[in-house]
């Protein structure tokens, strides 16, 4: 059994909520301090860098979109997405800078220039990039798991670091001892925001589009899962065994399924071998 993007974002949560308590005796362990001034705005930044992540809700739905036209991208004759992407922006950098018209023309050539070639840098990045995921994909499903799980860790983890760094920008605040209720206020905000971040299993549990089972949510945009997509089980008992992925995909559909239905399940269907969460 594997812990799946919950219940990992949901033991750094408890980990980083627990470790306010210690964050009274930081200021008597160390003697870095901060001018209040840059402590404070600091803590402010990394307030208002939490705010957009507070609704969980919307941050998933953003990053299934993502998910979704990451896919569309690897369909073939997809490399379109990326095109009207590039030359959407590098149309619209251009005419921002054609609206100076104070500037020298020779500037805004170069200006230009300039724009054109980081617009053509990115399609030739986007289109290479585009090439391996899609040869990563084919040869190895669960390479695709790994990606999308790992960008939800990373999402679900971040705006809890920044709450979390309220509290430290007040530990190292250069206060006097007079004004320990100000060290409090940057924990209890910290507390706060962190207690606003706790993640929501709901959130991370889909259904699979194709035998509508619970999965974690990451099976329900690729729109199957371990239950239904012979494969795509035959990449995750490469990966649970560390075995290499052409030896594995080798195997004909038949002889994983009957791998499968000989190996002890202790009273478990073998698809639910994976943690919900």
Excluded at 5 to 23: C, E, F, N, R
Excluded at 75 to 92: E, N, Q, R, W, Y
Aim: hydrophobic share 45%.
């Amino acid at each position: 059994m594997r812990r799946g993007p919950h219940a990992k974002t949901y033991l750094v949560w408890q980990l980083l909520l627990g470790s306010l308590i210690i964050d009274p005796c930081v200021p008597l362990v160390t003697s870095f301090r901060l001018p209040v001034d840059l402590a404070s705005t600091v803590a402010t930044w990394c307030a208002i860098g939490t705010l957009p992540f507070l609704a969980q809700e919307r941050v998933h739905r953003v990053l299934s979109k993502l998910r979704l036209l990451h896919t569309k991208r690897l369909d073939v004759g997809s490399k379109t997405i990326p095109l009207s992407l590039g030359l959407s922006a590098g149309v619209v950098i251009l005419f921002k800078i054609f609206m100076f018209a104070a500037l020298p023309p020779t500037l805004l050539v170069l200006l230009a220039l300039v724009v054109l070639w980081a617009s053509r840098k990115y399609l030739t990045q986007a289109s290479t990039q585009t090439d391996r995921d899609r040869a990563l994909f084919a040869s190895n499903p669960w390479a695709k798991v790994e990606r999308w799980e790992e960008q939800v860790i990373v999402f679900a983890i971040l705006p809890m670091l920044f709450a979390r760094s309220i509290a430290l920008c007040g530990d190292l605040a250069d206060l006097s001892d007079g004004d320990a209720h100000i060290r409090m206020l940057f924990i209890g905000i910290s507390a706060l925001f962190l207690g606003m971040l706790r993640p929501d299993r709901s959130l991370f549990v889909g259904l699979c589009r194709s035998c509508k089972h619970p999965v974690p949510i990451v099976f329900q945009d690729i729109g199957s899962c371990l239950s239904c997509d012979v494969r795509l089980r035959m990449a995750y008992h490469a990966w649970v065994h560390r075995l290499p992925i052409e030896q594995v995909m080798g195997q004909s559909p038949q002889t994983e399924e009957a791998n499968t239905a000989s190996a002890p399940t202790n009273g478990r269907p073998p698809e639910r071998r994976w943690k919900m969460h």
